[in-house]
């Protein structure tokens, strides 16, 4: 049977919620431990298979376990319940994807859901482990003061932050923006931390979204680099003008209901929010990306660069629609994003966030998944509604 393993200082809400669980003891058990502590003697004597941790304890706090878990326990998955929580951190934890966050006081029946979900495994669309910059995320949105020690391989870096600030970081020679450009492109990190900053002065000017996205521009450039692609013919095959919508059904809204069409093909005139500016600035920064389209929700467009044609930016939208429905269907967790290769072996990316619908064509050589994981906190931060 699957066990699920629940930490939190207040004896109190563990025996509410073991109550509460009884109605469920037929698909899984439960065990407890009052702190991240006692939380890592248990995953060492038992098998856990998820783990719902409070983040403000004494001893070992929640960020330190998730830490612990990230570099010891990359397959569980993790719910994260805070009573600090704030409608900006519970949107970004959505679209991180790698974990789950509830705020208190608990909505019991959205907890057993997530459970239930991150208990089935990524079949069910819950992604587990916990990635780097989801972590350092949820530092910034917690306002967390502490120190990271990260290791990949031979390779070790720090970074500081102070109320959720990223002001510092080294790695050997580098620092500031330069070593936080190098520790977020790394894989399969292991991370350690200090309740700790000593650091005071800010070296780094950049907000924390751009750094994770410039990292995973870089890696990916780095990437390309690594592994060329070669060239290939396509015959036979027809490009986006050739694609007949209608021929397509996968129960979508129609023309009577409310799902978004282009209505506009030329850019809003109203002025455009100051955090929607500096992700195009972001987009227009990166020569690897040919030409870029994004649109609101109801389908106009706030902005295009390069030469995205008509055709391309209804799909985009179509796309948009049909993801998110699939995904309700099947049950995924967070946003997720879509990749088509095109005729000419570029490749073509789809996001959905909150507010707009971002589609971006970027070069046969460039790795899209890399610029879709530095994009999506970005994106989810971006509202263009009152």
Known sequence: MKKVLIVDDDESFLHGLIDGFKAYEDKFSITTAGDGMEAVEVLKSEDIDLVLTDLKMPRMDGFALVAHLSSNYSEIPVIVMTAFG????E?????MGTF????????FRTLVEKT????????????????LSSFLQLLELDKKSCTLTIHAGSKKGVMYFRDGDLLDARVKNLKGSEAAFAIVSWKNVEIE???????TERNIQESLGFILLEGCRRKDESNAAQNPIPESDHTGTSGLDSLNM??????LPHKNSSAPAITSLEPETEPVHPVLAQFISLLNSFPEIVSSTI?????????QAG???????????YVAVAAEQIGIAIGASGRQYSIFTLTDDSKLLVLCGQDVIVGLKVGSSVFPESIADGLRPVLSRIRISA
Do not use: W
């Not at 649109?295 to 902005?303: I, K, P, T």
């Not at 030469?307 to 939208?317: H, K, Q, R, W, Y």
């Open 193 to 199: 931390i200090d309740n700790q900053c000593s650091i």
């Open 91 to 95: 949107d970004n934890l959505r679209d």
């Open 100 to 107: 789950q966050y509830i705020e208190k006081p608990i909505d």
């Open 116 to 131: 239930l979900k991150g208990l089935a495994g990524p079949s069910k669309g819950y992604i587990t482990g916990v990635s």
């Open 295 to 303: 649109s609101s929700r109801e389908g106009n467009v706030l902005h």
């Open 86 to 89: 704030t409608p900006e951190m």
């Open 246 to 251: 209608e021929d397509l059904d996968l129960d």
């Open 307 to 317: 030469e995205p044609d008509s055709n391309t930016v209804n799909f985009i939208t």
